[in-house]
């Protein structure tokens, strides 16, 4: 692992889900720019002092180096130091988990793309909604044409927590994600307008092929975006609407997905994500629930509990790494992986994700033209 | 009053909503342009035979004439021909109720604001989605400062009706709104996405003060658009999102309404219209329900019912009925009228509906381009 | 109409439902046993002086004197008259609208229902909830079998009005209803629980055949029930709860069913009226909606309004009114009432409330023992 | 771990809770009583040949012969082996995690609450559902006082998996529940009621005294109560109703809880467990939601992830263990234990659970009369 050291948000959380399903130890890392910080991370995580490095470059070197060299490298990191990070990483074999969005650059996301496909080695990136079943159900309903041809999408993903400059006050998770050299030019766009983004393209199967935004720094004294609203032209006729706040009391983690084919519609909302409306025209709107009968296979292959039993954010993003595990492992025993397992974005869903971003940033410079990505 | 007849929908709602509070009595119209029919439906009616007009022309002829004539006159009929019946009803003196949207061209609509202005006579527009209580209280506390600087709003008018092509059926109620020349060239746009402006305008207190919208026609062979969707700036510096459609299947009337604050925000759903969900910044939302204490004296005005006693469409509609008669009673007794019941939206509000109609669809003419209005 | 005068709740709903579908008028009345009250009242109800009485003998006797007579006596008084007017309206011929609990005494139940049986006259008990589209529709599936053999009720209605002793304070229509001179001996039981009972009996089907309940003043000071908890046993085979409760903080008017059968459950919320849950074993919960296709002859009977445009309490009130009105027309014009008119409830389920009331006492008395009905 | 093997359901929901925290390893067991299948379970569960015992008692000696001893033993298995089970550990010297209920009989429980206490051993009962984090904060709520003094408890657990006789199909969850030889004389009661009962206490820190109890065996050829209906009184004044059910068609996992205090109310559903329902008598219910700010230590102890990001049942069942280990370890380590960590449930509230099936089985045998505990 490298990041996720004292102070962190999102390293904890890959640990917890690497831990859930059993297939991934933590046995390395590089956990802290900070030396002293990732020593006492190191031993607070149960990793043995040979094998907490100082940077990225001593962990490939010293695991490259070992027999019982780890399988993969998580990286969760803030978003402007992925690229080096799995540029090394790629570059010296390994596997990787990363964090999302994949980088902040266009040409660095090509650039990954190019080194993924050349080195063949396994590339997770965790949009980790996608891990949710009912999620993968809706994915499985839209393909199998239970909507029919998509009409509407409306996706919006709302949070609350930086509707005060929370950046000014030492808070790490806030200062990070406002700082431009760490985080990128996008603020709430790139913290949460590529989950929206991703999970809209993941269940509908379409790409957003073009849009128009508004971003918006609400609140006074911030330097990027802290909203953003945006209508979308997506690559298979549809027309919708994303929306995604940082700057909305009442929503606490808002991501919400609703999608309107000719013959039904589904509507899924992440903070109860057990539960997906299903309305057929004509017909009473049904309530799916997770792990029921009647369930796509990849619903299915993602759901540890009976229904009633609520899985949860953690579940979801431990599916991502069981997922993963799987893959890596299929290619170590040389066999073909569980075909649910290859639901885990990647690479290319990490490509059109710094694409969005480009675009949105350019509509917004043009006065909220239309922008073709 | 003017339309509804057999067949027609808003004429009875109309008339229920007239009678509830036992202000109104229906004793004159002229239902029907096609006699027979005016003749059954007012039989039906309880109208007199002699005052069942087979014209509008007569009817305010008769009426003027009548030492018992009508006290104003409800205009029910499709949009196209709002303006020629207003503007007859205002210029022989009657106090007009008239359905929304106020007509179908910007002119037409300036037209009725000077005879209103001029004729010093009450028009109400019946955007009636404004007589529900937790409206009155939501616009109460945004006036009030509780929400403090508007920065987001977001609302919606989904339905699903119009999902297939049922104006080929026969069915009347779709049959004039999708027929241009009865509803003229707006179809969700003017059908439901009008009431979506007014509410937002309504409870915001802001304008819409320029758009960006996209306006499709989804179903094979329509002629207006079916679903309207847009991003908005408001005059008071708030930005946010619009979306009507009569394709969303799983929509019924799905009116809703969000406004988010720097302090807090709230969030009213239509079909639920008792509960307004009214979150501050750092504290747990609340549900505020109709008809409980410490609400605003708006909202107190518009309740019949204690809490728990759900109030609906009717009883909101019904509201604009008794607060117009409260308006014109005040007039003949020469008193001012309860400042209460000066709520109800009027010629003013139906001029900016007309354009904004009128900036939707060019902005949509020009590819999405934003249009000032 | 007796009673509802000045000051009162249940006489102007009663009003508003009567108005609503433009069956009734409302043209004489004896509206309070306070003269003065009694003739103001009158007078702000449009009730000429000569219609208005002092009394209930001398409204029968003048209304049975004239050729214009009243259809039919609304009694909108305290529980412990009703016996008493009902009498005499019968008596003197009169059709009777009775609000609920028919009376206080099994015996002057019984004798109501030989008068009226004698008599022939309609006889409606204002169990409004029945009213409902979606209660009707929830009645209809379970006679059509839909649940299969039920097995479980759940029947509870929540208030929270009557947590502090409010009819100390002078609020009118706590100090009746804790009355016992007023109310007769049941509180919370008599007020709310003959509600959820005749509810209960009237979608299932089945009577309730014993019980055992535990009743409870819980505010310090109060005479009569505040909590009423029992475990039903009904005549079809099914067992269940019933939970009334005037002390239940954040319940407004929480009446709630709940029928599990063999094959499906139902629920329904009366604060969301329009909806009614149905759950089929194994299948997807579905959601129906007021005013939609595929519904039952006997909800669309009790429909104003397409899906979406709510209806609420006054509605589902007012659909009694238009019933007993075609009931009452019926035999005025010497014809068979249309079927769905003939849900109202009458004397029969009058009695079985007064029973109900009766052993829910004979329990509490008995410590709570199991008694039958 | 003792149990748990192929095929078992509760046994791996023991495992991965346990590791979610990564306070605890898999490293022995007795997987099955059949010893192929124990074989092929260990090895599946990477626990080594060496570990993997044909049975508990090879387990206790071989275990206690080794220095790297395991530090705690869990036992999954059917009801009516824990106390055998559970008897044997502690005799042995080992801390337990047992899964609920405690026991079937009163003497064995009362055997096991002896050995706990002349042992010192830590004993965790897992009622799993204390563990939700706004179960905690509901549980602080009443401890502060903040609904004053109870008055109606409501609790209910619903489920529909066995409204059909699953059992004899071969599905091995249903058929042990349903074999008194396995489940002891309580079926739903026993399974699910024993949940309803303790979170009941728990939460409100009052004892159940009395109940009156009907219990059903709808299913035809049903051996146990497929339905547990019964009325309480509690310790400290309250009265209430518990329904639990494993027939109610439409029900998932629908354990709910409902208190209402002479000031305020509140309400918690565990398939949306990261929401508290809280209502003020007079104010505006409110909706707490786990993670945020001003909720109670005990709540933020149980809390890993902000809020909006939802926690489920696995995370729950993780806090026992996680609480379970610190305990453990604050004895291996000689120093108090982290006071939160002390709200698991142990071996007297499972003696509790087993005393109030017993009044419980005796009332129903009793024709419902009410019962003493």
Not at 156 to 161: G, I, T
Not at 230 to 255: F, T
Not at 307 to 333: K, S, V
Request: glycine fraction near 10%; charged fraction near 20%.
């Amino acid at each position: 692992m490298v990041g996720g050291g004292e102070g962190a948000f999102i390293g904890g959380v890959h640990r917890m889900a690497a831990r859930l399903d059993d297939r991934w130890e933590l046995v390395a890392g590089c956990f802290s720019r900070d030396p002293e910080r990732g020593t006492r991370s190191a031993a607070a995580l149960h990793v043995p002092p040979d094998r907490a490095y100082p940077d990225v470059a001593s962990l490939l070197a010293g695991e490259a180096a070992r027999p019982d060299r780890v399988d993969a490298v998580a990286i969760v990191t803030p978003n402007a130091s992925h690229h080096a990070i799995a540029h090394a990483c790629l570059t010296a074999g390994f596997h990787v988990i990363c964090d999302k969005p994949l980088c902040t650059r266009i040409e660095d996301a090509e650039d990954l793309r190019h080194l993924v496909r050349e080195s063949g080695r396994v590339f997770a990136l965790t949009h980790n909604y996608t891990g949710y079943p009912m999620i993968r159900e809706a994915r499985a309903m839209v393909a199998a044409g239970a909507l029919g041809r998509l009409r509407v999408v409306q996706v919006e993903y709302a949070q609350d927590w930086l509707a005060t400059a929370l950046e000014t006050t030492g808070q790490k998770q806030a200062a990070w994600r406002q700082d431009p050299s760490q985080a990128g030019p996008a603020g709430a766009l790139g913290d949460i307008g590529t989950h929206a983004h991703n999970l809209l393209e993941f269940v509908s199967g379409q790409h957003v092929a073009q849009l128009a935004a508004q971003l918006t720094a609400f609140v006074p004294g911030r330097r990027m975006d802290d909203d953003v609203q945006m209508m979308l032209r997506l690559s298979g006729g549809a027309r919708g609407m994303l929306w995604a706040s940082q700057v909305a009391p009442g929503h606490e983690n808002g991501l919400r997905l609703r999608l309107y084919g000719e013959a039904a519609s589904l509507e899924w909302a992440q903070e109860h994500p057990n539960q997906l409306r299903v309305a057929a025209l004509g017909e009473a709107p049904r309530i799916l629930a997770r792990g029921t009968g009647g369930l796509s296979a990849a619903a299915a292959h993602a759901t540890r509990l009976p229904p009633g039993h609520p899985e949860g954010y953690l579940e979801a993003f431990a599916q991502l790494y069981r997922d993963t595990a799987e893959q890596i492992a299929a290619r170590l025993e040389g066999r073909a992986p569980d075909p649910a397992s290859l639901l885990v974005p990647g690479v290319e869903d990490g490509v059109r994700g710094v694409a969005f971003m480009a675009a949105a940033l350019e509509s917004e410079a043009r006065g909220g033209a239309w922008v073709a990505l």
